[in-house]
Nanobody, 127 residues
């Protein structure tokens, strides 16, 4: 079982990036997937989550209207489209996957719960 992120990089403020989270060893069908970011000296933040089975998603206020989470079931991949990037978005972004209503409930309250997580991909936004 593995989650692999890709798509990070260096971008200027105002630019865009699309992150990918691909699962192997399981499918996202019954899972809630979250994108989480961690920057040095800052608290870990659940940026967005998506319940594939329920078709529900949500975003942190800090990224709402700028980021979009989506899925490609055929590729077993979850995307995070990040637009209008700001230097404050600089962080290591990783995806998590968890199964069960308790996972979805926790994430809806901004609390991170998961069964699996990836290693992450670095996003750096220059001013």
């Amino acid at each position: 079982v593995q989650l692999v992120e890709s798509g990070g990089g260096l971008v200027q403020a105002g630019g865009s990036l699309r992150l990918s989270c691909t699962a192997s060893g399981f499918t996202f069908d019954d899972y809630t997937v979250a994108w989480v970011r961690q920057a040095p000296g800052k608290e870990r933040e659940v940026v967005s989550w998506f319940s594939v089975s329920e078709g529900e998603n949500d975003y942190a206020d800090s990224v709402r209207s700028r980021f979009i989470i989506s899925s490609d079931n055929a590729r077993n991949t979850i995307y995070l489209q990040m637009n209008m990037l700001k230097p404050d978005d600089t962080a290591n972004y990783y995806c998590t996957a968890g199964r069960g209503a308790h996972i979805r409930k926790a994430l809806s309250m901004g609390v991170l719960r998961y069964d699996y997580r990836g290693q992450g991909t670095q996003v750096t936004v220059s001013s």
